[in-house]
């Protein structure tokens, strides 16, 4: 049961146009959501987070948007960068277990071409 | 500052056999998360330790099995490897339990 779904594997973007990627999940206790950056051979780089009782945070490029009632989160990044061609990974998790399991989608390979 | 490490980064081991994974975690930082990451798919959490008591648990059979230490760091054991434990082993700390995690570089096994 995958819980968090990121549709597409792969997205290319032209380099200063917008890069969004997509996240969906199905269980509505999630209350934190989390997004990551891997380049081959590192580990996964945090990026940004929001919480469910936000519908949009910003750093900088990212943004996060969040429509609980679709259960869907998307990443905006702007403009996009040949630095920023990497797997981003979403991740969500809830509060009242403690537990700090994050669970992962299956990621999508942004390349964004020069 | 030095951010999340781990040991080894590689390691070739054969079915049958039980290897030690080590974390050290960001300073400050009590928490520490194993993850397992296979090719095309996203990290699996494995376990996770908050001030040396574990906090969850994932799905993964009672051959995984770790433990923190007082400096916070982290050991992840798998006793009676099988093939299918080829993969990426991924630390992450935080500074409580619920917090953003940040992970290390990860420690590549393969098991023939």
Not at chain 1, 3 to 13: A, F, G, T, Y
Not at chain 2, 24 to 32: L, T
Request: charged share 15%; net charge positive; proline share 6%.
């Amino acid at each position: 049961d995958q819980q968090v779904k990121q549709n597409s594997p792969s997205l290319s973007v032209q380099e200063g146009r917008i890069s969004i990627l997509n996240c969906d999940y199905t269980n509505s206790m999630f209350d934190y959501f989390l997004w990551y950056k891997k380049y081959p051979a590192e580990g996964p780089t945090f990026l940004i987070s929001i919480s469910s009782i936000k519908d949009k945070n910003e750093d900088g490029r990212f943004t996060v948007f969040l429509n609980k009632s679709a259960k869907h989160l998307s990443l905006h990044i702007v403009p996009s960068q040949p630095g920023d061609s990497a797997v981003y990974f979403c991740a969500a998790t809830y509060g009242s277990s403690n537990t700090g399991k994050l669970i992962f989608g299956q990621g999508t390979t942004l390349q964004v071409k020069p | 500052d030095a951010g999340v490490t781990q040991s080894p980064t590689h390691l070739i081991k054969t079915r049958g056999q039980h290897v030690t994974l080590r974390c050290s975690p960001i300073s400050g930082h009590k928490s520490v998360s194993w993850y397992q990451q296979v090719l095309g798919q996203g990290p699996q959490f494995i376990f996770q330790y908050y001030e040396k008591e574990e906090r969850g648990r994932g799905n993964f059979p009672d051959r995984f099995s770790a433990r923190q230490f007082p400096n916070y760091s982290s050991e992840l054991n798998v006793n009676a490897l099988l093939l299918g434990d080829s993969a990426l082993y991924l630390c992450a700390s935080s500074p409580g339990s619920y917090n953003e995690q940040f992970f290390g570089p990860g420690t590549r096994l393969t098991v023939l």
